[in-house]
């Protein structure tokens, strides 16, 4: 079967460094999303990984290690903005996205 | 960047009434239209995939003749939820994504904002 493995709930400080990890097993892979989500909000893309390595956008790098089956997504110097779901997605053989359930992230001051 | 409008936003209706939602991609031509549902503090589902002029894919549990999907044209998909009930109550989110090449080679799909719907 297809699995996506992420923390359900993450706390960290503002101003602080936050890694959120993401495990998955899928039938095929053509590349992994993070989304970020705010409550009663659709998700909004933060990044796309389909090679290995770091790729950086700002506070916010995404990380990718295929034949690990792993990616992290770090956000740096945390504001209290970021606090919001964070959503691992894998894109399958058929190009379907395989959602994981995702890590609520709360930030306090 | 692409943008995806999803009407109405909120919805309140009565048990066994019929609730259309139209998802609508205002600045690109989306071929392949998702639907989600997510309840409180759970994950996205897909309930079906919908490709412009053909029959919407449905996935395992999703009833087809309660969930009706139209996709008749490049920009715009509905989602009908028929006989309502109280326990179709969550958050009903479309999202599109255009041909391959034309928006990036990563198969992005753009939300729409989402439609909240209270069966009451």
């Known amino acids: 079967g297809q699995n996506i493995d992420q923390p359900t709930e993450m706390t960290a400080t503002e101003g602080a460094i936050v890694q959120i990890n993401c495990t998955y097993q899928?039938?095929?892979?053509?590349?992994l999303f993070w989304y970020q989500q705010h409550a009663g909000e659709a998700p909004t893309f933060l990044s796309y990984?389909?090679l290995d390595g770091l790729e950086e956008k700002g506070r916010f790098s995404s990380f990718l290690s295929r034949s690990k089956g792993y990616s992290y997504l770090l956000l740096k110097e945390l504001q209290m903005k970021d606090s919001a779901s964070y959503l691992c997605?894998?894109?399958?053989?058929?190009?379907?996205?395989?959602w994981g359930a995702g890590t609520k992230l709360i930030i306090k001051p | 960047g692409a943008v995806v409008s999803q009407h109405p936003s909120r919805v309140i209706c009565k048990s066994g009434t019929s609730v259309k939602i139209e998802c609508r991609s205002l600045?690109?031509?989306?071929?392949?239209m998702f639907w989600y549902r997510q309840f409180p503090k759970k994950s996205l589902m897909l309930m079906a995939t919908?490709?412009?002029?053909?029959?919407?894919?449905?996935e395992q549990g999703v009833e087809k003749d309660k969930f009706l999907i139209n996709h008749a044209s490049l920009t715009l998909s509905t989602l009908t939820v028929t006989s309502a009930h109280p326990e179709d109550s969550s958050f009903y989110i479309c999202?599109?994504?255009?041909?391959?090449?034309?928006?990036?080679?990563?198969?992005?799909?753009?939300f729409g904002p989402g439609t909240r719907l209270t069966v009451t």
């Open positions: 997605a894998v894109l399958d053989s058929n190009y379907q996205l395989i």
């Open positions: 600045d690109f031509q989306a071929t392949t």
């Open positions: 899928t039938s095929g892979f053509n590349g």
């Open positions: 919908s490709n412009e002029g053909s029959k919407a894919t449905y």
């Open positions: 990984n389909v």
């Open positions: 999202s599109a994504r255009g041909l391959a090449g034309n928006q990036g080679e990563f198969y992005e799909q753009y």
